[in-house]
């Protein structure tokens, strides 16, 4: 008897210890923290950290409401920072090799995301909207999460080309009444990889000679390349980002996007390995991931959302995904076969 006491003291003093350390735990623990309070105890711990750093490449007419919704709906403030997601990646890696933990929150493109992943950068975290994600659309090690998509698709002015009149797929364009009326996009290699990859490499490098031969105009600029569409000076577009397209149509311009072979680009928001405020970046990414508040927010300006709850005809509609890993592993590859191609006259 008296040994069975002694052994439900040690066990009851151990519950007691176990306790305290979870009272204790470390501010980072509230990443993977899963319990039936988290919640509560996520937005509680982000009050007392008051604030977040974000850097992104996303465009201020977006950025820049996301962040006042999530200050608020919490009260928590955010310190904005953005730019081109070339100098987004240049100014993370240089603060961390310079030892400067300034920021908690990153959210640019899915490439760009993946290699600060492979810096080593970036922290695994835990998010209920996961959940609501297209597999797909995560990358395995979930070093970070997709916030939204980028499509790659056919632009064309409505007043030059009726709808009914493109093809049903890439491989229609080949045809010679084509010629003069088309364009690409000046670094858009990973599109033509990824059909490539969908097609088989001897059929698709075929289509992808073909196209070459018609001289499609090369612009630099996804945003440019919409302008010029709506403006009459291009007639297709056939590697146009389905966003640019949207904003200028609903502006009343003469443009459309038809999803022929579409591409789907993850976009990414990830937490920093020393992010100083990381429960404020956490609360910031639940919400962005959120249904009901970011990737509604993100539906409302005109950018695909990722949530699979967010039905819109942004994304309702056939596509693959673009494989991230590879985009950087076969990157020399697909970039010296595009320049051949599109960019040598």
């Not at 579409?262 to 990381?278: D, E, L, M, W």
């Not at 509609?317 to 950087?328: K, P, S, T």
């Not at 020399?332 to 960019?343: A, I, N």
């Amino acid at each position: 008897m008296a040994y069975k006491r002694w052994t439900w003291l040690f066990a009851a003093l151990a519950a007691l210890q176990c306790g305290g350390a979870l009272a204790q735990a470390k501010p980072e623990d509230i990443l993977s923290y899963q319990g039936p309070d988290r919640d509560k105890r996520l937005l509680e711990q982000a009050k007392q950290e008051g604030m977040l750093a974000l850097y992104t490449s996303l465009a201020p007419t977006e950025s820049k409401p996301l962040a006042a919704a999530f200050e608020k709906k919490t009260g928590i403030k955010v310190e904005l920072w953005r730019s081109q997601s070339e100098r987004v990646v240049q100014r993370v890696l240089s603060e961390a090799q310079a030892g400067r933990h300034v920021v908690d929150v990153i959210a640019t493109n899915g490439p760009q995301m993946e290699s600060l992943a492979r810096e080593k950068i970036l922290t695994t975290y835990f998010t209920p909207h996961a959940a609501d994600l297209p597999p797909a659309s995560i990358p395995g090690h979930r070093l970070w999460m997709p916030d939204r998509l980028q499509f790659f698709v056919v632009g064309y002015n409505t007043n030059l080309v009726q709808r009914e009149d493109l093809p049903k797929s890439i491989k229609g364009f080949v045809d010679p009444k084509w010629k003069g009326k088309l364009s690409v996009e000046a670094g858009d290699a990973e599109w033509m990889a990824t059909l490539v990859k969908k097609w088989g490499e001897a059929e698709g490098m075929a289509v992808f000679r073909k196209l070459s031969e018609l001289r499609p105009t090369v612009r630099k600029g996804h945003p440019l390349l919409a302008q010029l569409i709506a403006a009459g000076e291009i007639a297709v577009c056939l590697t146009a980002y389905s966003a640019n397209v949207e904003t200028l149509k609903r502006k009343g311009a003469p443009i459309d996007f038809a999803p022929i072979d579409a591409v789907a680009r993850t976009q990414g928001i990830g937490i920093s390995k020393n992010a100083p405020h990381p429960a404020a970046a956490l609360l910031f990414a639940d919400f962005v991931l959120s249904a009901e508040d970011g990737q509604r927010l993100y539906e409302s300006m005109g950018r695909p959302p990722v949530n699979r709850k967010v039905k819109s005809k942004l994304t309702d509609f056939e596509h693959v995904y673009l494989d991230i890993g590879a985009v950087l592993d076969e990157a020399d590859k697909w970039d010296k076969l595009w320049e051949e191609l599109f960019l040598k006259k």
